[in-house]
Each structure stands twice: as C-alpha cells, then as structure tokens.
C-alpha cells in the first residue's frame, strides 16, 4: 500500500508559468517532507524539504506547501524553466525509520520554451 | 569534494548468476541505503544500514543481501540474478541531523 502518492505521472507547463506538483500521504507518523529532482542518467538530488511543524518553506523559485489536515504538500516552481524538465519525487520520513525517506512514484515535468 | 559512488555504472548478466553493485561514500555518513527505480513504482527500498555491521531489510528485500564491513562501503548482492531484478539500483547515505539523502549516479543492471 502507497504511503506516499503523486497521482499525476506528468505535467507539461509553458517557460515563464507556474507549475505545481502535488504529493499525498496516507501515514501520519510522517513528520519531514521532501521533493528530489531527477534528471534521467543521473541520481536523484535534494530540492527542498519542510518540517510537519510547518505550512511553508520557500527556497529561490521553489515553494513548498504542507497541509497536514489533508495530508497533503505541493511543490510550486515560479517562474518554470525549461532546465527545470525532469522527474520530480516527493518523499517523506518517520522518527521510527530513521533517516530514510519513502518515496512517491515521480511526476515528469516538461517545461517547453 | 566528498562523494558517492556507485560502479558499474551499467551491467549485463545471466540469470541464475551472483552479481555484486558496489558502493562507496567520502563523507563517512553512518547510513548507507539501496533502492531500486522500476517505471510506475518509483524508488523502493530494498536494504537499510545505520552503521558498520547494522543491516536490515526494506521494502522489497527478497533477493538481495547486503554487508557493511566498514564505514564507506555497502555492496549490495544478488545471490542468483532474476529476470525481474532488471532495474536501475541507487544508493544513497545521509548523516546524522542531515535533512537529506545523498545520491550515487545509479547502476543499471540488465538480468537475461
């Protein structure tokens, strides 16, 4: 059974719009989130992250949102760009597993010029 | 700069076969994972170590078996490769208080 769920396998925005990616979590132990992006060939890297003490954190053009009451966060990248294309994962992490993040399936981003 | 790394970087074997994925990280980071990438499952967890000579199991264990003799090291092991362990593998390791899992570049291990 998913714990955490990205429903949307891909997301095409225009360069210059929003683009909001979206994450679902069943498991309310979860207490840090995070979003990884990946580029194909290449490992997954860290792109932001938000403690379930919080609502928001916001890093440069990247946002993230948390609304535990939903279980829920969203990833928002204002202005898109066309290097922002790629696979992005949402994550989360329990105080009992420590450390190691359970990952969503990835939405692929396309940002077209 | 410290760093992990995973070697090979791609591999072809035959079923039935052992078959061992090494890797190796600079930042001396107690926890070492696997996970395994697979089109529509996203990455699952396949082992977990929190230190030398600590190894548990993780979501989708059956199969593989890890060892952690040293610090820097977790090879993970596919004792008789299965057609249905073609997969890209990628470790990762992360210390202590680190927010986030730090990457190698993958290895893509084809079973025929």
């Known amino acids: 059974d998913q714990q955490v769920k990205q429903n949307s396998p891909s997301l095409s925005v225009q360069e210059g719009r929003i683009s909001i990616l979206n994450c679902d979590y069943t498991?309310?132990?979860?207490?840090?989130f995070l979003w990884y992006k990946k580029y194909p060939a290449e490992g997954p890297t860290f792109l932001i992250s938000i403690s379930s003490i919080k609502d928001k954190n916001e890093d440069g053009r990247f946002t993230v949102f948390l609304n535990k009451s939903a279980k829920h966060l969203s990833l928002h990248i204002v202005p898109s760009q066309p290097g922002d294309s790629a696979v992005y994962f949402c994550a989360a992490r329990t105080p009992s597993l420590f450390y190691i993040p359970t990952f969503g399936r990835g939405t692929s981003l396309i940002v077209h010029p | 700069d410290a760093e992990i790394t995973q070697s090979p970087r791609h591999k072809i074997t035959e079923t039935g076969r052992q078959v061992t994925l090494a890797c190796h990280q600079t930042w001396n980071h107690n926890n070492m994972f696997w996970y395994r990438q697979d089109l529509g499952h996203g990455l699952r967890l396949i082992h977990y170590s929190y230190g030398v000579h600590d190894t548990n199991k993780g979501e989708v264990s059956d199969g593989y078996s890890v060892s952690r003799s040293n610090t820097e090291d977790l090879p993970l092991t596919l004792e008789s490769a299965a057609s249905s362990q073609t997969s890209v593998y990628f470790c990762?390791?992360?210390?202590?208080?680190?927010?986030?899992?730090?990457f190698g570049q993958g290895t893509r291990l084809t079973v025929v």
């Open positions: 498991n309310s132990m979860f207490d840090y």
């Open positions: 990762a390791s992360t210390g202590e208080g680190n927010t986030e899992a730090f």
